[in-house]
Structures are given as structure tokens and as C-alpha cells.
Nanobody, 115 residues
Framework: QVQVVESGGGLVEPGGSVRLSCTVS????????MSWFRQAPGLERELVAA???????HYAGSVEGRFTISRDITKNTVALQMNSVAHDDTAVYYC?????????WGQGIQVTVSS
């Protein structure tokens, strides 16, 4: 069983920055896709950003240019740097380790954008 644990988050002012981190219990270099999703109240969970095994990244249109996903293979961590945050970025953020036959989810971490 792969363990996925998120950290970071909290309260941030509009226009500010926050960094989320995801630690995985196995080598992320072998995982097909590492992703950040988010779910706001009353809405469906949506993909925010992904990084694939080869290093290619993908972003939702709403965050492109503001958020950056990165990984540290030596530490088995994946980070989401969130800049210029807005109220619409308020959500619970989840880290997902996607392999061919399985998805391993973290417990989620709250990010609240408010002044």
C-alpha cells in the first residue's frame, strides 16, 4: 500500500503565495503520474496540475501561469507552488499517485484564500 501525505496549506491572502508538499512512501520515479486535485464546497474534484514520469507537466487552464508543480525524486516529494492566489482557489487540495491499476490519495489539505 502506497502512503500519500500532504502538508502546507492554510490561510493565505488574495494575491499571496502558498506551497503544498506531497510525500510518497515509494519511489516517485516509478509512478506514472503525480497530480494535485482540488475540491471546493459543492463542486466536483478537479485536476489542478500533473507531472508525468518523464517530467512532462500539465495544468488546468485556471491555474496555468500561477501554479507550478515540481518533484524531488531524491525525497519522493511533489510540490505545488501557488502564486497570485484568488478566492476561487479556496478548496481542499489532494495529492494523487496514479499507477496503471491504482490511485493512491492523500487525506487532503485545506487552502483558504481570504483577507
Amino acid at each position: 500500500q502506497v502512503q500519500v501525505v500532504e502538508s502546507g496549506g492554510g490561510l493565505v491572502e488574495p494575491g499571496g503565495s502558498v506551497r503544498l508538499s506531497c510525500t510518497v512512501s515509494k519511489s516517485i520515479s516509478s509512478i506514472y503520474q503525480m497530480s494535485w486535485f482540488r475540491q471546493a464546497p459543492g463542486l466536483e474534484r478537479e485536476l489542478v496540475a500533473a507531472i508525468f514520469r518523464g517530467g512532462t507537466t500539465h495544468y488546468a487552464g485556471s491555474v496555468e501561469g500561477r501554479f507550478t508543480i515540481s518533484r524531488d525524486i531524491t525525497k519522493n516529494t511533489v510540490a505545488l507552488q501557488m502564486n497570485s492566489v484568488a478566492h476561487d482557489d479556496t478548496a481542499v487540495y489532494y495529492c494523487d499517485a496514479h499507477e496503471v491499476d491504482d490511485d493512491y490519495w492523500g487525506q487532503g489539505i485545506q487552502v483558504t484564500v481570504s483577507s
